[in-house]
């Protein structure tokens, strides 16, 4: 049984997963960063439509967030000839942890922002507030990407299927 396509089968703990250098970090983070983002302004555009509140609409792009983040690992996944199940479950395990701490930082920065919350799209406060977040969100995920791909863990799982 070939073990590297199996999630979570990792048997050497301590030993660093190729490619666990910054530059794999930052491309793994670039990459959560991208779905993230066109969750987040598409979540604002249609909460704002609609006349939603911040809790919904903040809500809604967190979602949409998750959501476009694990598409873009499960299309790749996918591309690589893998069952739906599987990429799902690639998808899973790769971007959860990094599309939570993306998210979290990313609306928490918004959030004790001054006025942020209540800007609205013709407001550059809420572009500048939401591509400043992503700025600091970003800077905090990466190291985070780094120890879970050291780990053979987060997007170390998807490399596993990019050969």
């Known amino acids: 049984m070939d073990h590297s396509t199996h999630i979570g089968h990792d048997h050497d703990h301590h030993a660093p997963a190729p490619g666990a250098d910054w530059a794999t970090a930052v491309r793994a983070t670039l990459h ?52 739906f199940r599987t990429a ?24 004790v922002w001054p006025s942020a919350m209540d800007a609205t799209l013709g407001e550059p406060l809420f572009w500048i507030s939401l591509a400043l977040s992503l ?11 780094k120890w879970t791909i050291g780990r053979g863990r987060g997007h170390a799982v998807v490399h596993r299927y990019h050969h």
Do not use: H, K, Q
């Open 32 to 83: 959560c960063l991208t779905g993230c983002a066109v969750g987040e302004v598409l979540g604002m555009v249609a909460g704002t439509a609609f006349g939603w509140g911040n809790l919904p609409t903040t809500l809604l792009a967190v979602a949409l967030a998750f959501l476009f983040g694990y598409s873009l690992t499960l299309r790749g996944v996918l591309r690589a000839g893998v069952g």
């Open 135 to 145: 700025v600091v969100a970003f800077a905090v995920t990466t190291p985070v990407n």
């Open 88 to 111: 799902f479950r690639v998808a899973l395990a790769a971007d959860t942890l990094s599309i939570a701490v993306m998210e979290l930082i990313d609306n928490g920065v918004i959030l």
